[in-house]
């Protein structure tokens, strides 16, 4: 297998553990060109904590920080601009990432205050920040989520964090799928580690927070969205910059069950915590039992990709081993339904694809 396609995907709580083994497994310093400098790219949006769904946990920055270091090497930094309206250095802070920094003697730069590049893209020419541009290894580490205006925001979307305020309205303007595309190709982050431990079902905010407790990394910004895309139940037409992006030569958007490499099973990450309304709401016809987060996600996502309420019974988790089941089953745990989705985790993707009847 090609390592320049593989997807390493883990399951845990641990957030810096899961990043170390992340990045261990994919070999990541072979990526860092001789003397090179690391710079890592988190989402810090706005201020808040990582649990409401919508900034990078400070535990998977970490993990790549002391793998870099345990690795040699000696220039490390964080870099972010939370969009327009919040202050980045607030936000920092409310996730954690000032304790971070003193801790492993990390620097974090403002990108709101950096100097910038005009580069020419397929959408015309962009002001994008020179920490970003110059680093030797740039790190994307997004959260995969959901987004009210682009239906989900990962690797891609995340480098809209590299750019100045300016060019941020500019992107706006012009629609978003366009630039975002011309980015993901003028920036092409060497490593993305995607933050799928909670990520938000609908905003980019957070505030409707779905724990899934597991990462992914690839070396492919375009890949990594692809899959993500799958993980949240979408479809390609609901997401047309990821497309459009491997037009622009960011990456190429294919992705099968070959390149994924499992570092551990999903039952390494078992149990739900309390939903909040909308995630209790679409799975109020669901059976709940021993449930793998992943596996509870990939529902939950299916759910509300396809509006919720199906109107039947749908069965899910490791209590249902082994039994009839008179209804939808979720995974190879419920197989013993009338109708179920394969897969340990299945994706939302193929949850959907059966809720709809086409699976
Ligand atoms: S199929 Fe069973 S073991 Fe696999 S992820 Fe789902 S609940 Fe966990």
């Known amino acids: 297998m090609s390592k320049t396609r593989t997807i390493w995907q883990i399951h845990g709580t641990d957030a810096h553990r899961m990043a170390l083994q992340l990045l261990e497994a994919c070999d990541a310093i072979r990526l860092v060109p001789s003397g090179g400098a690391v710079a ?12 409401n769904g919508a900034v990078t946990h400070p535990g998977v920055v970490s993990g790549c920080i002391a793998y870099f270091r345990e690795h040699g090497v000696a220039n490390v930094s964080i870099i972010e601009s939370s969009w327009i309206g919040d202050n980045t250095i607030r936000a920092m802070r409310r996730a954690g990432y000032e304790d971070l920094c003193r801790r492993y003697n990390v620097p974090f730069y403002d990108l709101k205050r950096d100097q910038t590049h005009s580069v020419h893209t397929a959408i015309g020419n962009m002001s ?9 290894l740039l790190v994307d580490l997004p959260v995969l989520k959901g987004h009210c205006q682009t239906r989900m925001t990962c690797a891609l979307k995340n480098l809209k964090g590299c750019i100045p305020d300016h060019e941020k309205r500019r992107f706006h303007a012009l629609g978003l799928t366009k630039p975002i595309a011309a980015l993901g190709a003028a920036l092409k982050p060497g490593l993305v580690v995607v933050d799928s431990i909670c990520g938000d079902l609908c905003f980019e905010e957070g505030g409707t927070p779905v724990q899934t407790n597991m990462m992914y990394a690839c070396t492919d910004a375009v890949q990594a969205d692809s899959y993500g895309r799958s993980l949240m139940g979408l479809a390609p037409e609901d997401v047309p910059y990821i497309e459009l992006a491997e037009r622009y030569g960011a990456g190429c958007a294919s992705w099968n069950e070959t390149d994924l490499v499992l570092l551990n099973e999903a039952s390494a990450a078992c149990g739900y915590g309390t939903p909040d309304a909308t995630v209790a709401r679409l799975t109020r016809c669901v059976h709940q039992d021993k449930a793998c987060s992943a596996c509870f996600a990939a529902l939950v996502r299916a759910l509300y990709a396809t509006d919720g309420d199906h109107g039947h019974d749908i069965y899910i988790g490791q209590g249902w081993q082994g039994k009839a089941l008179d209804g939808l089953g979720v995974g190879k745990c419920c197989k013993g339904a009338a109708r179920y989705v ?6 939302a993707d193929a949850v959907v694809r059966k809720l709809e009847g086409e699976g």
């Open 40 to 51: 890592l790219k988190p989402n810090l949006i706005l201020a808040d904590v990582a649990q």
């Open 342 to 347: 394969s897969g340990c985790p299945p994706t």
């Open 128 to 136: 994008i920040c020179a920490r970003a541009l110059d680093a030797g």
